[in-house]
């Protein structure tokens, strides 16, 4: 089955700086790659996503970049801000492939410093 | 209006009982999951719903069952409940996993099972 990665587990940055957080897959079967937020106490929010026939796609401050071959991809936000701290997880699936649901990395805590 | 939601919102309980947590979408999506999320906040997939055509995720206890009465529900049920299964239980939804463009899940508010 599908094995997701990602690093690192905790990010502190001072606002305004940029954030990378960073993940690698191991079916190369998988396409569909999104990204959730998750605040304490709260449910995972769909941030962005991309799919396989995508090198990358950017939403204002956040952008995904994915390289197929080397099987990884990234999240990148610009510019941060306080309410950007929360818990970050990538994931990856391969809908219709006969697995079921998103396989999950373990999440990063990212951390903005004021 | 909620897209995806779940009752109990908190559930304390005893070693041994059986429990059940309900799951509603008013999306219309055609495919349900449920995810459990431990201590470590590791979010775990444990079942996905489609259309009658259960998938079950190999590591999950058999203690563990969901019932779907209608396309819009997908409850799960627990019985025997054990220590290890206290977590935060999330269900699912996506409009068709089968369609590419239509795979993007949207999750509940979340059920923390506390067994004691």
């Known amino acids: 089955g599908e094995n997701v990665e990602q690093h690192p587990s905790t990010l502190s940055v001072q606002e305004g700086d940029s954030a990378v957080i960073k993940c690698t897959y191991s079916d190369s079967a998988s396409n569909y790659f999104p990204w959730y937020k998750q605040e304490l106490g709260k449910r995972p929010q769909l941030i962005i996503d991309?799919?396989?026939?995508?090198g990358e796609k950017k939403d204002q401050r956040i952008a995904v970049t994915l390289n197929k071959t080397a099987k990884h991809f990234s999240l990148h936000i610009t510019e941060t801000q306080p309410e950007d701290s929360a818990v970050y997880f990538c994931?990856?699936?391969?809908?219709?492939?006969?697995?079921?649901?998103?396989?999950f990395g373990k999440g990063t805590h990212l951390i903005i410093q004021p | 209006d909620t897209a995806v939601s779940q009752t109990p919102k908190y559930l304390v309980t005893q070693m041994g009982n059986d429990k059940s947590i309900k799951c509603e979408q008013n999306?219309?999506?055609?495919?349900m999951y449920w995810y459990k999320q431990d201590s470590k906040k590791f979010l775990k997939i444990m079942f996905s719903?489609?259309?009658?055509?259960?998938?079950i995720n190999e590591t999950v206890p058999n203690r563990f069952s969901p019932k779907s009465p209608d396309k819009a529900h997908l409850n799960l049920h627990i019985n025997s409940l054990e220590l290890g299964d206290s977590a935060v239980y999330f269900c699912?939804?996506?409009?068709?996993?089968?369609?590419?463009?239509?795979?993007?899940?949207?999750f509940g508010p979340g059920t923390r099972l506390l067994v004691l």
């Open positions: 999306l219309g999506h055609d495919t």
């Open positions: 699912a939804s996506s409009q068709d996993r089968w369609e590419r463009g239509e795979e993007t899940q949207y």
């Open positions: 719903y489609n259309n009658k055509e259960l998938i």
């Open positions: 994931a990856a699936s391969d809908p219709g492939g006969g697995a079921d649901g998103l396989t």
């Open positions: 991309i799919r396989s026939n995508v």
